[in-house]
């Protein structure tokens, strides 16, 4: 191979080569360090100066023939316009009259254009290096889009463009997805891309696990295997491509593509296995995510239970680290103790828990790891330094195996101690109840024969005897004992009621009437009033009788020492309140009013001012009205008395 001289030209107008430039021999190992086919020419005389190993290797000719290589021989198409940095396409000749297309990509070496080197590369290897090079762009936008399988909103969207990206490489005309349900032993598709895809099973069943989960592709005429392979076949496919779904060993389900385009069976393969893969990432990805969510939903739902709890709870509750520190009060033990949390932050426990004595014992064996979840009643101050009584409990709380806090709960018993009081005093007052109810029996027998056998004497005494007196006091004293004893019986014997639509205006129309002698007699005058539109009450007569009875005798007694007054009556629509309606009624007298110190006394059993009372009036009453589930109210004050009673309306059955 001839040689120009080059190495007398520098390669740029501009040259950076700071010492010897590189001679013929540098020059050559450069081009032979080149793949593709190059050779260097001298433009002016058309001869190839230089020539590498891959242009010798793609042409077949001898590198040293000594005959000068013309470029009119090998490109014919060469031309003296070829300007740097053009590409093009070409045709080189070769021996034997042999022709291969070319590409061609010029440089000059020289400002000149003297030398000028050409690369050439045949034709269809450039075609198939753009398409690598198509195909690599491809191949880097699906790993992109890949990568966006963990980015959708949940995972049903992940596996839809999952299928969108596999169609995209496959070219097939139908993917599905079939999901792994280990209970019912089979896969069941759960997403799918194209109509032909949607005609194949809705889930399959996994009677060889080994056999649907291997990577498979069946084509038309082959023999089926799997039950999705029969489907195939059945539905007349061309071809399809099956891959498990499995990450770490664990099987998630199968991916399918139907009716592929033609291709290196293990391409298709490579490329559905691929997907699959990702898609196994995807899955254990959301699954992961949901599971970290719920557990993130469950751990925010047990703080918010045991601050509404701890916020809520009736019994205060106290944190202590290990040194018997206060960390942290709840509202119940501030409002309990009189201390706010900030001001006992960090103050040691017995400086606020003073009194019980079995508070530093319990503590202790806290301390080492020992419940004293009763510590049984005591008593404890308060800030203020009330005594009240408590009932206290200290656990451990213990994190992997070491102590971090201790817990103590404290319940204030002074309601549950009043609750105690009150019911024993019912209890005792149910007993007395009970041999008063007998006692009032067995005395009424006896009174009644002594009420007889007065009545007796006093028709055989003569008319002007002295002792008349006598027997007629006594007399009046056993009608007043027949009288408390009925009192009495009344109260402690429970009454049925009939409840049935009464008129309250009527009823204590001819009550009034029958009273009207008697305050005619003391000097009282009536005022009585019926509101129009008035409804009637739900309510047994009988039993509201003896109530207005009492409250009216109660009036009168009480205006009776005055030389008169007003007794006043009304009975109206009393509105509704709680859901309900009301008929109220009002029975107001001009007396001297009853005593605040008194006021809360007069419905409790056998309480009375008067000489002449069993103090059972009003305390029946009132029994009677809160079985009528009503209510009766007292209102008094200097120069009068109100009692208001309040019974459903009829109005509340409708």
Known sequence: MSTGPLSTQPLSAQPVWRGALPGASEFAT?????????????????????????????????????????????????????????????????????????WARITWLDKAGQWIAIELIPLDVKRWRERQDMRASELVKTSEQLAGLTQQADVDDALRLALEIGQGLLGAQGLCLYRTESKNQQITRVVYLGELASKLPESLKINEPNLVYTPSIWTKGQRAVTQIQQAARNLELESLVAAPIELEGVRQGLLVAANLPTMESRLLVDVLETLAAHIAVALNYYATRNNQRRASFEAVRALSIRDAITENILDGIILLNPGMRVLDMNPAAEMMLGYATQEVHGTRIENILIGMETLPAALRMALNGMTSPNLGNGRLHRRSGQVFPAHLQVFPVRTNSELTNIVLLVRDMSESEQIRARTQQLEQRALLGEITAIFAHEVRNPVNNISTGLQLMEMNLPENDSNRDLVARLQVDCNRLTHLMESVLAFARPMEYKMVPTDLGRLLGQLLERWRPRMARLNIGLVFKVDENTPRALADGRALDQVFTNLLSNAINAMKDQQGGTLAVRVEAAGETAGKVWVGVSVSDTGPGIPPEVRDKIFEPF??????GTGLGLSISNR???????????????????????????????
Do not use: C
């Not at 793949?35 to 001298?42: G, K």
């Not at 013309?70 to 093009?88: H, N, R, T, V």
């Not at 309480?607 to 002449?612: E, H, I, K, M, V």
């Not at 109210?633 to 509340?652: H, K, M, Q």
């Open 624 to 654: 009677i009205i809160l079985a009528h589930k009503g209510k009766i109210d007292v209102e008094s004050f200097p120069g009068g008395t109100i009692f208001t009673v309040l019974v459903p309306s009829e109005r509340n059955e409708e």
């Open 30 to 102: 450069l081009l032979n360090n080149i793949n593709d086919a190059t050779i260097v020419l001298d433009r002016p005389g058309g001869q190839i100066a230089f020539a590498n190993k891959g242009f010798f290797q793609l042409t077949g000719l001898f590198p040293l023939d000594p005959t000068p290589m013309m470029i009119a021989d090998i490109l014919p198409d060469f031309g003296q316009g070829w300007s740097s940095g053009e590409e093009l396409e070409t045709q080189i000749h070769l021996p034997n009259k042999r022709k291969m297309r070319m």
């Open 607 to 612: 309480y009375t001012t008067s000489p002449q």
